[in-house]
């Protein structure tokens, strides 16, 4: 019989300097919405499914990203599966700081030229990763890629065109610009 779980806890990540405020980010993208498939050695019939919403904070120089796990199977494994999931968020978390290591510098520009704004569902782009404190102020955004930066004239930065060519981006806050990263794309892995 198939139930459901669910699992919240929280990580500290140091942000104290771009690049690790960038491998954070890189992190929530990589849990956000995720889904993964959790088989038992001997019972391939009873497979977990488990699907990561996350949050994050900025506090100081800790970035709180919060993680939250619902979990759907057989229930003799939900314990056992819940149980692997801090070691899969590690593995993701690793992952996340090789590909801000590989990520390149497209662009920036000074913030007070930038606004953000609440977009309609047709024009969220889900490969566009910006921290959910540079939301506008006084709008609840419920995704994370629910709001977009535009520039005075009203054009979103980045385009729509830029956007396109790149499989992931960040827009990270440092001091009193935002800069344009390329992250590489997230790579399937046919072992959950």
């Known amino acids: 019989m198939s139930k459901t779980m ?14 690790q405020l960038l491998v954070a980010l890189a992190a929530r993208d990589r849990l956000f919405g995720q889904s993964v498939s959790l088989e038992p050695e001997d019972d391939a019939q009873n497979t977990v499914e488990v699907w990561f ?5 900025l506090e100081g120089d800790t970035f709180h990203l919060a993680i939250y796990a619902e979990l759907s199977g057989a229930q003799q ?6 149980d692997a999931l801090e ?3 590690g593995e993701q978390l690793e992952a996340a700081a090789v590909e801000a290591a590989e990520a390149k510098l497209l662009g ?12 309609k569902d047709d024009d969220q782009r889900p490969q566009l990763i910006i921290p959910e404190w540079l939301g506008p102020e006084g709008e609840e955004v419920e ?22 060519a790149n499989d992931r981006l960040v827009v990270l806050p440092v001091g009193d ?4 990263y390329a992250l590489p794309p997230i790579e399937e892995d046919d072992e959950d």
């Open 143 to 164: 995704m994370p890629w629910g709001f977009r930066a535009f520039d005075a004239e009203g054009r979103s930065w980045p385009d729509d065109e830029t956007i396109a």
């Open 177 to 180: 610009e935002l800069r344009l």
């Open 87 to 89: 070691d899969i968020v």
């Open 53 to 57: 919403g996350a949050a994050e904070a």
């Open 77 to 82: 494994y939900l314990e056992a599966a819940r």
């Open 108 to 119: 920036s520009r000074p913030a007070k030229e930038v606004e953000f704004k609440a977009v």
């Open 6 to 19: 669910e699992h919240e806890w929280e990580v500290e990540l140091p942000a104290g300097t771009p690049e």
